[in-house]
């Protein structure tokens, strides 16, 4: 069993209720090492004893999400989000997160291009800072559901052309199912970014049926229609040994008995080994 767990991590947005202590608690008690950690679940701590306290209980931070956000029609705005991507990098370095998720943004008011543009901009602006603190970012592509707001960034195939745009060491791109199960490209660019170093995060969920929340309704592994598997088999094939993280926003196990959730994770987890 132990062997199962070496690779598994949960987001502590996953278990939202619980407190990132409660979180620490009890993803050790059942065995899992790997935590991302999501910046509300750092409010009114310090980083860096947070940091230390993982590192202590023996828990791996495996990134922090997110930064991003960087498109906006008014300059001072896209200041603003760059800031906040500086303090976000802060963050990351003093949890020794290895890399910071990037949830690139979009504004609704603009072209898809115009918004692709300041994405661009923008981690070329925090990228000196990343690599002073040696943390890296991933670009994460999200479903075109959410190019209103969310993301400009819609396949893998355009965070990879980011990536290598940007040709840093320092950026890569991070896969996550629910976003690009799709995608009939994946594969091909899941080898593209296993190939050139740039995939850093392998994220995991399912996509229930029919979604009753765009944002709040993602299922658990196996209980949607992806492919999970396969997908993981592709990953597996670029030699990436990073991990699996279980990212699952949902209103329904949100309101559920969180220990209760957190076994079921767990099997569902198994069950796809
Ligand atoms: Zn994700």
Known sequence: MAKIFNRLCIHT?????WSIEEATEHYLAIGVKGMTVWREALAGRQPFKVGERLLTAGIEVVSLCRGGFFP???????QK????????????AALNAPHLVLVCGAEPNQSLEASREQILAGIETILPRAEALNVKLAIEPLHPMYADTRSAINTLGQANDLAEK???????VAVDVYHLWWDPMLENEIRRCGNNGHLLAYHICDWKYPVEDILND???????????????????????????EVEIFSNRYWTMDQQ???????KAYQDLS
């Open 72 to 78: 906006s029609a008014s300059l001072s705005l896209r």
């Open 81 to 92: 989000n760059i800031d906040e991507n500086f303090k976000a990098l802060e963050e990351a």
């Open 13 to 17: 947005i996953t278990t939202k209720p």
């Open 218 to 244: 993602r299922g658990l592994m196996g209980e949607g229609c992806i492919d999970i598997s396969k997908i993981s088999q592709w990953i597996a094939a670029t030699g990436f040994n990073g991990y699996h």
């Open 260 to 266: 209760q959730f957190l076994r079921k994770i767990i």
């Open 166 to 172: 940007i040709d840093s060491p320092m950026v890569g």
